[in-house]
């Protein structure tokens, strides 16, 4: 054996394991790399992030999703994408913006009474408590449009979207406080307060920055608009924030760029913004006690109200001491603060230095009243140097930060380097870099910014991808690169494209922390978490009419639409509620009606409901638009619309061949047979499953839940087939028939589910060999002919081993080489049995093996089978 394979196969394979699994590893693990040109440490690097089939991720990451307007979710280590979540955007296969309920919430996002329909995502965050995720709220900012969005994490939909009253721009947000009771969002482009034009001469008098404190209901996910107040500050472009914790609660941190105030203007042979904004060595850090402000703010003598909404002017923040400035070297961007609240990390851009600020240090030069001055708004400034822990020459472009468990421990994000270094903020020590492709802007830690850090991984959130990933045309994807920061230094694991737009920020949560459920109360409006006022349960499905509004109660379950033919006039409003009666896990209908640009998705449980006008004439199927049966074609019916002013003849009706009375009766006693049979197969396994206490196995249970729903419709369509049987419509009684068969298979297919998971619950545990043998038994074909517990077109193998002298040798021999044993007795009444050889499988040694202890872990278990 090489030495390289040895080291690989005690990595991926863990010690005990090596001397068995080696023999058969080693040959084809070296095949592979050679094939596709791997290095050890590339197959090091992808079993770190390898998932197979059924593994779950560790850690659950929500990135923005920039200019999509939407947010995206995926996993870590196997950086596997798991789902858009429709933010400011519509997004169809959510339904987002294509039913009435989600429409609302999209019109929340409405400006000025205009619609927009799209977003710039930057900054996600994770509700908190104490400082820690708690796994509950999940906020998001819109720079362009400045808005913030809540989404629940129980479902992962956006249930609120709140616009700034005075912002035209926003960009420091959203950040959570350390027990979720407020959401701080800073502005970016300084612009008037108001609704009106002022021009650009008054920059200084009547344009103006600001953060606004939103007072965040943490119990329900609500932003409480009336309880929230801004903090107006001068018109430097304020950047990112954060929100103290620990010794720092109560206080927030605002970056800015351009307090030069300079407002451009090439057309009029003014020097660029790029130029005049970034002249001085230095810019503001602003520091502001919200905590103070927002007591303030309940009392009408401290705020002026611009449309609708509470401002704190600066002169009151200054008068109470809750606002100070200290300076930051020039256009800075991240602030972020340190695990424990003491240290504020600021990050240059133009700079080449990271500053730590000193909370403590902050604090007393704040209680002592000792100033540098002021600025021109009369705003106290700290003395930088005394506010100061110290500062630390990192490379080119430093922009944001992520902290690790270790005491002291920070990685930043250096832009123009192009690198993450990994150094320490209390000892001002580099202490590693790592190579990422091409300008990194934020970088996600597993809960790196929480009171709580992870480690283990970073993700460099890189602007470019250039040459990483085969070429999609001019506009490339963004490239998410995960890094182990396990060891002493950073290794770089492995590429993601990220094709939707270009996320900012991401940040990562363990997934143990979330409990999103897997379906809804029955009759959910899940944009407001009550019952909703379409909920329509099976047998209440009607059509009502009220003048020209017609409104449909509907229902959704497998495999129809109830009901199946909508007749309306032209001119006609329509409004369709739609319920899914499912209970079942993941079986969600979708819902449209053709070319009226409509579509909703219906999650287990869940009401929804669509709404248009009928202005065109014409028959419009609708159908269900999720694969969600063997008949989910069959799901559909028809939307017709009629022009109340037009006569419409009806067709020569054409002569059908119909079945003759006999043929009908013969039809339904042998569906009525088919049914019975399928019945006793129900029945058998209902059996198995209570002998084996299926109940005290939640995942089981849970399958019966299922299985008995669609099961107890059945008495209602035999009533119904018993009612035409008796009113001699045969050919109805054999529909009603097979409407038993169908929800018959459903009950069948999850309860032989539902029997094959009590086996794996309730067997001895499987060796590592059996498990293998299991596979090769699968994946060789041989379980084409054998069905373990049952005779199908080759013998049932349950006691093979015991039905031969010496019998493991005997199957061993017949595996490997059957042919030699044709002739045997026993061998020859078996082929003559089933009219069929045993064809040689080509079946290695090992592999032979390991069927054979499979087999006596069938035996083991037989009376499961
Ligand atoms: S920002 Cu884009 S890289 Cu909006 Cu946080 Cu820094
Ligand atoms: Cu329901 Cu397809």
Known sequence: MKPVLGKISSLLLGTTLITSALAATDGELAKVMKDRGLSEIDVVRAAKTYNPTGVKDKYVVFSSGGQSGQMLVYGVPSMRLLKYIAVFTPEPWQGYGYDKDSLEILRQGNIRGREINWGDTHHPALSETDGKYDGKWLVINDKANPRIAVIDLEDFETKQIVPNPVFKSEHGGAFFTPNSDHILEAAQYAAPFDNEYHPIEDYKETYRGGVTVWKFDSKIGRIIPKDSFTLELPPYMQDLSDSGKGISDGWGFTNSFNTEMYTGGIEVGMPPNEAGMSRNDTDFLHVYNWKKLYELSKDPKNVKIVNDHKIIPIEIAVKNDALFLIPEPKSPHGVDVDPTGQYLVVCGKLDTHASVYDFKKIQKLISNKEYAGKDPFGIPILDMKKSLHGQLELGLGPLHN?????????????????????????????????????NIGHLAGMEGKSADPQGEYIIALNKLSIDRFQNVGPLHPQNHQLIDISGKTMDLLVDMPLPLGEPHQAVAIRAEKLHPHVRYEMGTNTKTGEQHIGKTLAGQERIERNGNHVTVYATLVRSHINPERITVNKGDKVTIHMTNLERAQDETHGFTVDNFDVHASLEPGETSTIEFNADIEGVFPYYCTEFCSALHLEMMGYLMVKDPNKKYESAQKIKMQTMTPEQLKAEYDKTVAVNAATDSVIQSVVKFLKDNKFGDHKVVADLVTDALDQYGKIPEQKKLSDEA????????????????????????DVGIRAKDTLVRLIATKQSDAAARGEKTFAEGGCNGCHVIGKVSSGPDLTGVLQRHENGEKWVADFILDPEKMYGEPYVKGMIDYFNLKMPNQ????EETKDIIEYLKWIDENANLF
């Open 402 to 438: 992520q902290y690790s468990p270790v005491d002291g421990e920070i990685y930043t994000s250096l832009y123009v380097d192009s690198q993450v270094v990994k150094w320490n903020f209390k000892e001002l020590k580099v202490l590693d870099k790592e190579n990422v492709h091409y």
């Open 725 to 748: 049987v008796k009113a001699g419509d045969m050919e109805k009684a054999i529909l009603f028939e097979n409407m038993i068969w169908q929800l018959m298979v459903k009950t069948a």
């Open 842 to 845: 080509h079946m290695s040694q």
